[in-house]
């Protein structure tokens, strides 16, 4: 009898499960992003001017590692929309020598992320406002996908990051760093040195 009973109950089961699996494939949410707009930053006191989103916030950077921006003209472009920041370090120039090392250093900071990065690309560029730098872009799961630096060699340097407030995934992220790196080719293309 309890033989019977077990076979009919595993019947049972085998008989009920016959409805059709269909795995959902694995996607991300779709992003709607906002028209491309600017406006100035031309604070007084500060070496520089250019144009940012109108999505973003142009807010001082207070804080260095715990310790004070060695700086005062180092800012943070918050992208609230994205969870994304742009942090931007300016120092100046003192001759030659400094203008090296700043140069090397930016190097040193981007390649830093070579053991993430499946690749490091650097494009150097000249823009409309006579400012040359160097632009590189950062593949795989890096922390940061865009950076760059912009000079006149002789007395401005300034340096560029986009970092998201996320865990680094190339493919998640690609939309969003593809969007926004319009946005910085044009804050750097409108970049002026006063």
């Not at 006149?152 to 969007?179: C, I, M, Q, W």
Request: aromatic share 16%; proline share 5%; charged share 25%.
């Amino acid at each position: 009898m309890k033989a019977i009973a077990l076979l009919s109950l595993v019947a049972f089961f085998v008989i009920s499960c016959n409805s059709e699996f269909t795995p959902k494939r694995r996607g991300y949410f779709r992003i709607d992003f906002p028209k491309h707009e600017y406006r100035v930053f031309d604070q007084p006191g500060y070496p520089y001017t250019f144009e940012y989103p109108v999505y973003a916030t142009v807010v001082k950077d207070s804080t260095f590692f715990e310790a004070n921006p060695e700086n005062p003209y180092w800012i943070n472009i918050d992208i609230p929309r994205f969870d994304g920041k742009v942090y931007i370090s300016y120092k100046n120039v003192t001759g030659n020598d400094d203008f090296t090392r700043l140069v090397n250093d930016a190097y040193k900071m981007t390649y830093k992320h070579s053991s993430k990065a499946t690749e490091i690309t650097d494009s150097a560029m000249r823009t409309p406002n006579h400012v040359s730098g160097v632009f590189f872009q950062v593949g795989g799961n890096a922390a940061t996908a865009k950076q760059f630096y912009l000079s006149d060699s002789t007395k401005h340097f300034l340096r560029g990051a986009l970092y998201f407030d996320a865990t680094p995934n190339e493919d998640s992220l690609s939309v969003v760093n593809d969007f926004l790196q319009e946005d910085l080719k044009h804050m750097i293309n409108t970049l002026k040195w006063k």
